[in-house]
């Protein structure tokens, strides 16, 4: 990929802003991910990923894109302990109390059930690595930087460490990654941008997690793989056999 430009700062250091921040290093001289929160050296349950508690599986197709991004990752999610499903009568689902029938092991199939600190922690590892990215976490993001006519946004203003010194990060580009928190429509505004126009689909569906340590043959399938039981409702439910690091 040609460079286009000298530096991008990506606001959030979650997985949307670490996958964008290892793209736009092929793009761009420098890139830095500025988070608010501490970031961990280790994987461990974030403040700011409160679903990261939940249990998660990474799909086929993502597990494709994440080891194009990163050669080798799924066999260290494996070789971590994450468990994989291969077979899909391994996968147990009951939507609203009816058992779903599961047949086969198609290849474009295989899912990975790391955890969401597990996974986050492999991938933050390997974008620490690139040499032109810094992570730069304890960051408060106030406010954009513009050019005086306020057409073009040149950077952001940031309070830094636990003193709050303010600095401005000049930028090419200024990509928001901060999730439903995000204050970039507020930012617009203050320079004279109109709100987007939203819409919303309300879903009204809530779901909790359960580790449990299952008997061997509770399932009756050849690998521990995860229970999803729900009911009907607004509420759903999901249980997970606690593993090693890589699905707990």
């Known amino acids: 990929m040609r460079r286009i430009g000298d530096h991008v700062v990506v606001l959030g250091a979650s997985l949307a802003g670490l996958l964008a921040a290892r793209v736009l290093a092929d793009a ?12 961990p050296e280790t994987a461990e349950n974030r403040k700011g990923v409160p679903q990261g508690r939940h249990a998660h599986l990474l799909l086929p197709r993502g597990a494709q894109i994440l080891d194009g991004l990163f050669p080798g990752l799924l066999d260290d999610l494996v070789a971590g302990g994450a468990p994989v499903i291969r077979d899909l009568g391994e996968l147990r689902f009951s939507p609203g109390g009816h058992r779903l029938r599961l047949e086969g092991h198609p290849p474009e ?68 990654a901060t ?26 569906v809530k779901y909790a997690t ?3 340590r299952l008997r061997p043959g509770a399932l009756a399938v050849r690998s521990s ?16 056999p606690r593993s090693r690091t890589g699905g707990s």
Do not use: F, K, M, N
């Open 28 to 39: 761009y001289g420098r890139v830095t991910v500025v988070e608010r929160d501490p970031v």
């Open 109 to 176: 199939a295989i899912t990975y059930q790391a955890s969401r600190p597990y996974l986050e922690g492999q991938v933050r590892a390997r974008v620490r690595a690139l040499p032109t990215v810094e992570i730069v976490d304890r960051c408060e993001v106030v406010g954009l930087v513009t050019t005086a006519a306020r057409d073009r946004v040149t950077g952001v203003r940031i309070l830094r460490g636990a003193d709050g010194v303010e600095e401005t990060l000049g930028a090419d580009l200024v990509l928001d």
């Open 179 to 204: 999730g439903r928190g995000g204050r970039a429509a507020a930012w617009l505004a203050t320079i004279g941008y109109g709100l987007p126009p939203e819409e919303q689909l309300p879903v009204q």
């Open 210 to 212: 359960r580790h449990l």
């Open 225 to 240: 793989s995860p229970s999803v039981p729900s009911r009907t409702g607004p509420r759903a439910s999901c249980c997970s």
